[in-house]
């Protein structure tokens, strides 16, 4: 008896082997039932700059490479995590937590900013969806996209004190 078996991911588009042979877009196989064949998948799959796609899991509850024997039409699906590259950087005059990272899209993400003696912090610039360009600090950037966050600071004034002295 032959059966319909498709094999798909989500999000649509990430990479995937049957038997070998990898599919990047969602396929339909007719196999004998009880036949086994193994799926298997990627991960970290790329998305372009600043976009990662990393596996979840199988619709099946399997593991990332496994062999499957479907008796009737079934559907697996490779589930994956959408992540983005959060890139931090600092201005001359201190610091920046957390590091340059991998984020779950949606995650909220605390950023701050810590000054060097003599300095102070004058503001965030941000570019991405999601991202925090103001004076708060430590601020939030919620995951959208890939975020760069810039920490400005403001160097020390220099004072010049003049001293005389009467004859």
């Not at 032959?2 to 049957?18: A, D, E, K, Y």
């Not at 039932?33 to 596996?55: C, D, F």
């Not at 099946?60 to 008796?71: C, E, F, N, R, Y």
């Not at 920046?96 to 779950?104: D, F, G, Q, T």
């Amino acid at each position: 008896v032959n059966i319909q078996v498709t094999v798909q991911t989500n999000p649509s588009g990430r990479s995937f082997t049957v038997d070998g042979t990898t599919y990047s877009t969602t396929q339909t196989f007719t196999w004998v039932s009880g036949s086994s064949h193994t799926i298997a998948t990627t991960t970290p799959q790329s998305g372009g700059t600043g976009i990662q796609y990393v596996w979840s899991n199988w619709s099946d509850g399997g593991a990332i490479s496994h062999t499957v024997s479907p008796t009737s039409n079934t559907t697996y699906t490779a589930n994956f995590t959408t992540q983005y590259y959060l890139t931090m950087n600092a201005g001359i005059g201190g610091t920046v937590s957390p590091s340059s990272n991998w984020y779950n899209s949606g995650q909220i993400v605390t950023i701050t900013a810590t000054l060097s003696s003599g300095y102070s912090f004058s503001s965030w610039s941000g570019s991405g969806t999601g991202s925090y360009t103001g004076t708060a600090n430590p601020a939030t950037v919620t995951m959208n996209s890939p975020i760069t966050e810039t920490a400005n600071f403001t160097p020390p004034v220099n004072i010049q004190v003049t001293v005389q002295t009467n004859p």
